[in-house]
């Protein structure tokens, strides 16, 4: 029987998976009704379109993160201010449904004033990452879109800084010029490996560099697998040159997409630093378990 | 009459002038037939199209720069190796054409092996400023979507880098996440001035501080004329940063767009280097005409 629902609402796609109240997986079920795609109407019936068959009669919990609680979701969950544990149902907000089978609360993001900074459904990742490793102290690196690094520090979320590298990369490889070089799939281990180097050691000249990928295709007729490596490794390169204080000495954890966290494990291997990886699913879902665990104390 | 065409045929658009033999413009005709929407066999069509009709029975020299000489253009002008002069007619490819009533010379590109790098169009602009300042000796730097910064001595061009910041700016702010935060027109110079000189002095951690644009507009209401200045200023900073070997302590010419250069003299300036600004198509034609003296001389 499914006692609960576990729900990460994203900007484009929809996962939510069927529980039961002692934290078992009873299916697992995605949709691409992201929440990009969505007015405030849709959210309930792009809901009940997924998982309505699973839903018994009476008031079936429903905990949900991500940009559903954005203020262009189903309800606008507001930040919780940094330093803070990564929230918990306490600062849920709770939703009205028309469907009587639902009680919905959405999981509020973290904000940090300055640096300004946002960020939502990471949370819940990083919520998951300390309920299985309570005693961690150091960095959380989530790896994506928007890679966030996140200092933790007894339980809390004390900082965190957000890089546009994933965007950057989608943009340049599919949209700029750079499109003409670098090739859609494939990697090459050594070059992605030079380039966060050189990177690392001058940070600065990136936009140049990344010109140079153009120009070696033009000119030297530069591997397309090699141009895309390179160019990944000059942006996470740049990256971790400005994340250092981030990293540096640390104890680091890598939450997110497989193959991106093997590109950020071997750079920052390069620099000495042993790594954590983590399964990113694994963590959204003990996160959102955990929040679960909050409505249960509040029932009894 | 019509003597000759100057012809400046770039990626987007193809721009024509009607000359006369001593250099008068005499018609200026532009259209959207540019480089990446022809293919090999429309470029001929395309240019009559546009000033057919004025053309005499005898074989009108036609002098060319731009991406119509790319490998991907109408035939490929190969590049010519710094340190170089910019390229005159000696240089050019000469092209058969259909209509008798042509004669087409395309004028070569500009490539540097280390770092490598590639200008097609650029090298008439400096050749056309060179033909107006015989004696300069420093720096050209001709901001657009690929910005070059160019070593001027002797007549030469000794070496030079583009950065890919315009095209940068053009994806952030259209296509990115940020493109909810950063208005489609309207400036603030002031948060252009800070952003620069905040980039100058940390320019590592460009992609962090671009998303704040973004978190500072959902937590503070950035506003979105302000939030443009910065990303562009957050950008040309980083550049400049970048460029610095190239610029200081030396005279900088600018030729570009005008609200481009007048950002890039801003910038400049605050560092305390006059720049001299110059007009963009004034120098195309001059270096066009350069070229069409090198035909006449051939003639005589």
């Given at each position: 029987m499914t006692d609960w629902l576990a729900v990460d609402w994203g900007t484009s796609h929809l996962r939510v998976w069927g529980m039961s109240r002692d934290g078992a997986v009873k299916f697992r079920k995605t949709s691409d009704?992201?929440?990009?795609?969505?007015?405030?109407?849709?959210?309930?019936?792009?809901?009940?379109?997924?998982?309505?068959?699973?839903?018994?009669?009476?008031?079936?919990?429903?905990?949900i993160c991500g940009m559903a609680g954005s203020r262009q979701g189903w309800a606008e969950a507001k930040y919780v201010a940094v330093p803070c544990a990564p929230p918990g149902i306490d600062r849920a907000t709770p939703l009205a449904t028309r469907d009587p089978r639902l009680t919905v609360h959405i999981l509020p993001g973290v904000k940090q004033t300055s640096p300004a900074d946002v960020m939502r459904g990471e949370e819940t990742q990083i919520a998951g990452f300390l309920a299985l490793n309570p005693k961690f102290d150091g960095i959380i690196c989530l790896p994506g879109t928007h890679t966030k690094w996140a200092h933790i520090s007894a339980g809390e979320i004390v900082s965190f800084r957000t890089f546009m590298t994933g965007e950057m990369f989608a943009l340049l490889s599919e949209q700029s010029?750079?499109?003409?070089?670098?090739?859609?799939?494939g990697w090459d281990p050594e070059a992605f490996a030079d380039a966060v180097s050189t990177a690392m050691s001058n940070p600065s000249d990136l936009a140049a560099r990344l010109f140079s990928i153009r120009a070696e295709g033009l000119l030297n007729n530069l591997d397309a697998h090699e141009a895309r490596a390179r160019l990944s490794g000059l942006l996470i390169g740049a990256e971790l040159a400005a994340a250092r204080p981030y990293w540096l000495g640390q104890h680091v954890a890598l939450i997110g997409d497989d193959a991106l966290c093997k590109a950020y494990a071997d750079a920052l291997g390069a620099q000495g630093l042993p790594v954590k990886r983590t399964d990113a699913e694994r963590m959204t879902l003990e996160g959102l378990k955990a929040a679960y665990e909050g409505l249960k104390e509040r029932a009894t």
């Open positions: 009704a992201g929440m990009g795609h969505l007015t405030r109407d849709q959210f309930e019936p792009a809901l009940l379109d997924l998982v309505g068959e699973a839903l018994e009669t009476d008031r079936t919990p429903v905990v010029v750079l499109r003409h070089s670098v090739a859609e799939m």
